[in-house]
């Protein structure tokens, strides 16, 4: 992941000189990348406030209290060894002690207490689940139509299918190890070899787009019964019931995580000037060629 | 190296301004309002793509063992104690408002409507789940046996009990009577029934004695508990504090679908 996102198609057009500037990111891509920046800040931190509402996680068609065989995560307070409250977060029979951050942390208002994820994670800073949901949902309503608007562009302009999914001989053994071996070294690509995605860009990207981050959204809207009703069944049985759709609506907001995670990680590597231009003017530099 | 640090404090100062922006930002009315107006989108669009579906039933063997009761679980309201003591000998529910013949049901009367049987998913507005299983009469036909006006938009259904709200949900919690309301849709769907017995056995206290509403398609709050008296009405304002409901007086969407 060497760079932000894909480039501009250059099939039949004069190679441009290396080392200078070229127009890498379309207008629709750039006003894309950033609402999608928005809108995940948002629906990240209100979800984390919605969790908290009832901070535990199920497998199957239900779960509530008393369904203690179906609870695969919970994040709690309890009594701790010397007498005092701790944080913990148990992960299948994983128990991880999380004091200050899960199950016990600091209120808004500097208090400890005892809450799934702490107030400073979530939007608003404080427990509301009435209010963290309106957001919540404004924010996926952009989110949706942002992604649908991005999917229908990039289908139509082979943005998607040139720049984005993986080609067939990209998939070659030796190119992937050859692409895994440049991001060990952080040698990033330069000149004309960085007008295009590589293998390991493409993955990334791709498996976002294409099965990150619409698994999310169908998790999501799963947890709707009106939507649900609408889908005739469909949702929520896709992932085995509503319990198991919430739980994988939080499993894909944590490798989303991940994925930004790495992406800025690679934003900062790979020059956060000359990326972070190509993504607001869409001008980029590929550098002169090694 | 000099940039890289210059732009780490900017990233500091930057993540300050965030956390005091947020605040200012959750209570901005004028933010609030444009917030709002997805709740509209999604009712819109839920009607527009499902108008008529019907929520899934399952089967008997996927019955939750314990199907949690939530909001009030013991009305301590003098009225409601007075009929729970009796049995609901003298209970009555009520069916008025914007109706031409109002009706007043007995218990006895409720449990010898024809019925219907549904067991369904109850999904609380918190994030858990439960099946059951719910048996009572449509509340559509006893809409028509009422002989519905047509400026009725919405029914209104007002509960026992009072209820003092939730700290684990957090946001604004406050005493007030329990009320619900839905629209015409909703009322006349199939699945909306006035539910008097659960699991095939008369509804404990706990789940809504001597009945509660199901309103399949949304959320938990919307599936009123001891419900007393079924209003027709053109309009919702001027119940309690105006919203529609209890939980939606508290900032919670009247369209609970989602």
Known sequence: MASLAAPLDT????????????????????????????????LVATGLNIFDAHPALYWGQYGADADDDRRWLEIGAATGPYGGTIGTTRIGPLRIVTTGVLGWNRAANGRLQQQGFPDWATFPHNRDLASARRWHFFFAWIFIANGLAYLAWGFATRHLQDEVWPRLRQLAP??????????????????????HYHILQRFAYAGTVFVLLPTMV??????????DAAAGGVLPQLFGGRASARSIHFITMDLTLAFIVVHVAMVILAGPFNQLRSMITGWYDTGRPR | MTLLTRRGLLGVGAGGLLVSGCGKLAQSHTANDVIAQAERATYGWQRLIGRHALAQEFAAADVSPVFKANGTKDPQDDAYRHHADTGFADWRLRIDGLVARPLSLSLADL???????QITRHDCVEGWSAIGQWTGPQLGPLLKAAGLLPTARYIVFHCADTYGGEVGKGGAQSSGKYYESIDLVDAFHPQTIVAHSMAGKPLTVA?????????????????AKYVMRIEAVDSFGRFELGKGGYWEDRGYEWYAGI
């Open chain 1, 11 to 42: 099939t039949g057009v004069p190679p441009v000189r290396s080392g200078q500037l070229y127009r890498r990111h379309r207008l629709f891509v750039r006003i894309g990348h950033w609402l999608n920046v928005l809108c995940l800040a948002f």
């Open chain 1, 174 to 195: 030796a190119n992937i190890w050859r692409d895994v071996v440049a991001h060990a070294r952080l040698r990033f690509p330069r000149g004309d070899d960085d007008k």
């Open chain 1, 218 to 227: 169908l998790s999501g809207l799963s947890m709707s019964p009106g939507f």
């Open chain 2, 111 to 117: 449990h010898h409507l024809p019925a219907r049987t």
């Open chain 2, 207 to 223: 789940h809504g004695a001597p009945c509660r509403m199901r309103i399949e398609r949304q959320l938990g709050y919307k599936h």
